[in-house]
């Protein structure tokens, strides 16, 4: 069985940072890309970033780009997610993903999720 769990959520002040891990087993993710969404109350579910397998290019939504550090360690099958300057509207669960076998593409939908953790900024 599959699982992706999600690590490191919690609550931080405005202008803090939060580094999130989500540790894969049941499948290694080889030649797969791995991305991290986040949904806030109320809204829909959103991409944050994705990192690719073997070129490892990186792919962030405008709202976080520069902020957030998309990152991988494949011999762990863990991917991470650093944080900083982190904004009152970064409050949201955080969910990471898994496209089997692929490139991340703004098309492509994953095959796996995380069950998510909570990330909750203060003001």
């Known amino acids: 069985q599959v699982q992706m769990v999600e690590s490191g959520g919690g609550l931080v002040q405005a202008g803090g940072s939060l580094k999130l891990s989500c540790t894969s087993s049941?499948?290694?993710?080889?030649?797969?890309?791995m991305a991290w969404f986040r949904q806030a109350p109320g809204k829909e579910r959103e991409f944050v970033g994705a990192?690719?397998?073997?070129?490892?290019?990186?792919y962030y939504a405008d709202s976080v780009r520069g902020r957030f550090t998309i990152s991988r360690d494949n011999a762990k099958n863990t991917l991470y997610l650093e944080m900083n300057n982190l904004k009152l509207d970064d409050t949201a669960v955080y969910y990471c993903?898994?496209?089997?076998?692929?490139?991340?593409?703004?098309?492509?939908?994953?095959?796996?999720w995380g069950q998510g953790t909570q990330v909750t900024v203060s003001s």
């Open positions: 990192v690719n397998w073997v070129s490892l290019r990186k």
């Open positions: 049941g499948r290694r993710f080889d030649n797969s890309a």
């Open positions: 993903a898994a496209y089997v076998g692929g490139d991340y593409t703004p098309r492509s939908r994953p095959s796996y």
